[in-house]
C-alpha cells in the first residue's frame, strides 16, 4: 500500500469518532428504489472524504436446505476469494493498494458486502467491489481448499462445550424451521457442495429486487444514485426472494443433557422470543436490561453470581431476526451444582414474569440505556450498519432519531404486560453440556 495513503487512512480514522456524533445530530436519510428494483438507503456527509458502500441480500443460512446446509455461507466467503477472472491474491491487493477495505457479513437473515475508501479512489474501490458482487468466479480449487478448511473447523466445533450447546439450543428451539440450522453448514453437506451448487445460489438470492443498499460518506445525492444504479444492474435479475417462514412457537418444556469432559457445564435456556419491528419491541429491550441484559446491575448477576455464586456470569437477551429470533439465558458453572443452578434461574424469570419490575429498577434501565446510547452510534460503521437494519428490516427512516424516546416512553406496566404474554418459562428449551448425566 502506498504510505502516504496509509497516513491518510490512519489519520482519518482516528477522527472519524469525533464527526460520527456530530453527523447523526443531523441524520438525514434518503430513500429510493433503483431502476432494477434495488431499495437505496443514503446519509451525506462531507466532514470527511471518506465513503462507505454496503449491500445486503437475503442469502442467510435459513435459505440453505437440509440437502445444502452451508451453501449460503460458503456461496458469501467464495464471493471474495476470486471474482472477474482475478484470484484472491490479486483482488486483495487492488483494494489494498488503494487502502480500501472489503468486508461483510453473514448470519441466519442475510448476506452482506462492504467497502470504505478514500472517496479520491472511490472508482478503483467501486470497480474491484464490483467484480465481487457481479462477477464471482467460485473457482473449483478454492471451494475444495475451503470446503477442507471448513470442515477441520466444524470437526473442532463439535468438541467445543460452547458450539455444542448453541447447536443443541437452536434446534430445541426451532425444531424444522430453517433457523436451527448451524450457518457453518454440517460436514456432509459441506462435503458434498459444488460450483454448480453455490452459482445456482448466487443467482437465485443475490438478486438485484433482493438487495438493500447503504451509502455513506462525501458524496452528493446525485453520485450515490449513480453508484446504486451501478451496483443493482449488474446483479442478477432474477424475482425476489420469498421471506423465511414464521416461526412456530413452543408447546413445552424439553431438557437435553450431554456429558463432557469440559471443567464446567454450559447451560442455555430458552424460547423464540421477538421479531424486527415487533411492537413489543421496546418494552422487551427495557425489560431484559433489567433481567439479564444490564451485567452486574442484571437480577440474574444479582441472584446467581452476587448473591450464590453459582456462576461468575449469566446473561439474557433478544435476537430479533426477520421472524422471531431467539430469547436466550446463558451461563457456565461447576458440573456439580448445574442443576441448583438452573433451578435458581428458572426462579428468578419466573417471578420477573409473573410480578414483574419495579419503578426504581426502570429508571435505572432507562438511564443506562439512554447515557449508552452515543456509543453505539459514535463512529461511521456503526451508523452504516443501523442503515442496513433499518433498510432490511422495514424500520422507520427515523428509527435512530427516536430511539431514546421509545426507551424513555416504556412504562411498567408495558413491560410486565409484554413479558407475560411473550416469555413463557414453562415452555422453555434448556441444554446442558457437560452434564453429570445424559439425558
Given at each position: 500500500m502506498n504510505v502516504f495513503v496509509l497516513f491518510r487512512i490512519v489519520l482519518l480514522a482516528m477522527t472519524l469518532q469525533l464527526y460520527a456524533v456530530s453527523v447523526f445530530a443531523a441524520l438525514n436519510i434518503q430513500h429510493w428504489t433503483t431502476a432494477e428494483g434495488s431499495e437505496v438507503y443514503f446519509v451525506e456527509n462531507h466532514s470527511l472524504p471518506m465513503m462507505d458502500v454496503s449491500i445486503n441480500f437475503r442469502a442467510g443460512s435459513a435459505y440453505d436446505t437440509l440437502a445444502t446446509s452451508g451453501a449460503a455461507a460458503v456461496t458469501h466467503h467464495l464471493m471474495t476469494l476470486g471474482a472477474g477472472g482475478l484470484d484472491e491474491e490479486t483482488l486483495t491487493n487492488r483494494f489494498a493498494d488503494i487502502g480500501a477495505v472489503l468486508g461483510g457479513s453473514f448470519d441466519a437473515d442475510r448476506a452482506s458486502f462492504k467497502v470504505r475508501t478514500l472517496t479520491s479512489e472511490q472508482q478503483a474501490a467501486l470497480d474491484s467491489f464490483m467484480l465481487v458482487l457481479h462477477k464471482p468466479d467460485f473457482p473449483q480449487s478454492v471451494l475444495a481448499r475451503e470446503q477442507a478448511r471448513i470442515i477441520a473447523a466444524l470437526q473442532e466445533a463439535e468438541t467445543e462445550p460452547d458450539s455444542i450447546a448453541q447447536k443443541a439450543f437452536m434446534q430445541s428451539v426451532y425444531g424444522m424451521h430453517p433457523y436451527s440450522m448451524d450457518q457453518n453448514g454440517e460436514i456432509s453437506t459441506v462435503q458434498s457442495l459444488t460450483v454448480d451448487q453455490l452459482q445456482q445460489f448466487y443467482q437465485t438470492h443475490y438478486t438485484a429486487k433482493s438487495a438493500v443498499i447503504a451509502l455513506m460518506g462525501d458524496l452528493t445525492t446525485d453520485q450515490a444514485k449513480q453508484i446504486?444504479?451501478?451496483?443493482?444492474?449488474?446483479?442478477?435479475?432474477?424475482?425476489?426472494?420469498?421471506?423465511?417462514?414464521?416461526?412456530?412457537?413452543?408447546?413445552?418444556?424439553?431438557?437435553?443433557?450431554?456429558?463432557?469432559?469440559?471443567?464446567?457445564?454450559?447451560?442455555?435456556?430458552?424460547?423464540?422470543?421477538?421479531?424486527?419491528?415487533?411492537?413489543?419491541?421496546?418494552?422487551?429491550?427495557?425489560?431484559?436490561?433489567?433481567?439479564?441484559?444490564?451485567?452486574?446491575?442484571?437480577?440474574?448477576?444479582?441472584?446467581?453470581?452476587?448473591?450464590?455464586?453459582?456462576?461468575?456470569?449469566?446473561?439474557?437477551?433478544?435476537?430479533?431476526?426477520?421472524?422471531?429470533?431467539?430469547?436466550?439465558?446463558?451461563?457456565?458453572?461447576?458440573?456439580?451444582?448445574?442443576?441448583?443452578?438452573?433451578?435458581?434461574?428458572?426462579?428468578?424469570?419466573?417471578?420477573?414474569?409473573?410480578?414483574?419490575?419495579?419503578?426504581?429498577?426502570?429508571?435505572?434501565?432507562?438511564?443506562?440505556?439512554?447515557?449508552?446510547?452515543?456509543?453505539?452510534?459514535?463512529?461511521?460503521?456503526?451508523?452504516?450498519?443501523?442503515?442496513?437494519?433499518?433498510?432490511?428490516?422495514?424500520?422507520?427512516?427515523?428509527?435512530?432519531?427516536?430511539?431514546?424516546?421509545?426507551?424513555?416512553?416504556?412504562?411498567?406496566?408495558?413491560?410486565?404486560?409484554?413479558?407475560?404474554?411473550?416469555?413463557?418459562?414453562?415452555?422453555?428449551?434448556?441444554?446442558?453440556?457437560?452434564?453429570?448425566?445424559?439425558?
Amino acid at each position: 500500500m502506498n504510505v502516504f495513503v496509509l497516513f491518510r487512512i490512519v489519520l482519518l480514522a482516528m477522527t472519524l469518532q469525533l464527526y460520527a456524533v456530530s453527523v447523526f445530530a443531523a441524520l438525514n436519510i434518503q430513500h429510493w428504489t433503483t431502476a432494477e428494483g434495488s431499495e437505496v438507503y443514503f446519509v451525506e456527509n462531507h466532514s470527511l472524504p471518506m465513503m462507505d458502500v454496503s449491500i445486503n441480500f437475503r442469502a442467510g443460512s435459513a435459505y440453505d436446505t437440509l440437502a445444502t446446509s452451508g451453501a449460503a455461507a460458503v456461496t458469501h466467503h467464495l464471493m471474495t476469494l476470486g471474482a472477474g477472472g482475478l484470484d484472491e491474491e490479486t483482488l486483495t491487493n487492488r483494494f489494498a493498494d488503494i487502502g480500501a477495505v472489503l468486508g461483510g457479513s453473514f448470519d441466519a437473515d442475510r448476506a452482506s458486502f462492504k467497502v470504505r475508501t478514500l472517496t479520491s479512489e472511490q472508482q478503483a474501490a467501486l470497480d474491484s467491489f464490483m467484480l465481487v458482487l457481479h462477477k464471482p468466479d467460485f473457482p473449483q480449487s478454492v471451494l475444495a481448499r475451503e470446503q477442507a478448511r471448513i470442515i477441520a473447523a466444524l470437526q473442532e466445533a463439535e468438541t467445543e462445550p460452547d458450539s455444542i450447546a448453541q447447536k443443541a439450543f437452536m434446534q430445541s428451539v426451532y425444531g424444522m424451521h430453517p433457523y436451527s440450522m448451524d450457518q457453518n453448514g454440517e460436514i456432509s453437506t459441506v462435503q458434498s457442495l459444488t460450483v454448480d451448487q453455490l452459482q445456482q445460489f448466487y443467482q437465485t438470492h443475490y438478486t438485484a429486487k433482493s438487495a438493500v443498499i447503504a451509502l455513506m460518506g462525501d458524496l452528493t445525492t446525485d453520485q450515490a444514485k449513480q453508484i446504486a444504479e451501478r451496483l443493482s444492474a449488474g446483479l442478477p435479475q432474477g424475482p425476489a426472494v420469498a421471506a423465511i417462514p414464521p416461526v412456530t412457537e413452543l408447546k413445552a418444556s424439553s431438557v437435553k443433557k450431554f456429558p463432557h469432559p469440559a471443567m464446567q457445564a454450559h447451560i442455555l435456556l430458552g424460547q423464540p422470543g421477538n421479531m424486527r419491528g415487533d411492537p413489543d419491541f421496546f418494552p422487551l429491550y427495557v425489560g431484559n436490561y433489567i433481567l439479564g441484559g444490564g451485567g452486574f446491575v442484571s437480577r440474574l448477576t444479582e441472584e446467581v453470581r452476587e448473591k450464590r455464586g453459582l456462576a461468575y456470569s449469566v446473561y439474557s437477551y433478544f435476537m430479533p431476526m426477520s421472524q422471531l429470533g431467539p430469547f436466550q439465558i446463558g451461563l457456565q458453572t461447576k458440573k456439580e451444582q448445574a442443576d441448583e443452578a438452573l433451578k435458581l434461574v428458572m426462579e428468578t424469570v419466573q417471578t420477573f414474569v409473573e410480578k414483574g419490575v419495579t419503578e426504581k429498577e426502570l429508571a435505572a434501565a432507562k438511564d443506562n440505556l439512554i447515557g449508552g446510547f452515543p456509543l453505539r452510534i459514535d463512529s461511521n460503521s456503526k451508523i452504516l450498519e443501523y442503515l442496513n437494519m433499518i433498510g432490511f428490516y422495514k424500520l422507520p427512516l427515523d428509527y435512530l432519531d427516536n430511539f431514546n424516546q421509545h426507551v424513555g416512553q416504556v412504562t411498567v406496566s408495558q413491560i410486565n404486560d409484554a413479558f407475560k404474554r411473550r416469555i413463557h418459562p414453562d415452555r422453555f428449551a434448556t441444554v446442558i453440556v457437560g452434564a453429570e448425566s445424559q439425558q
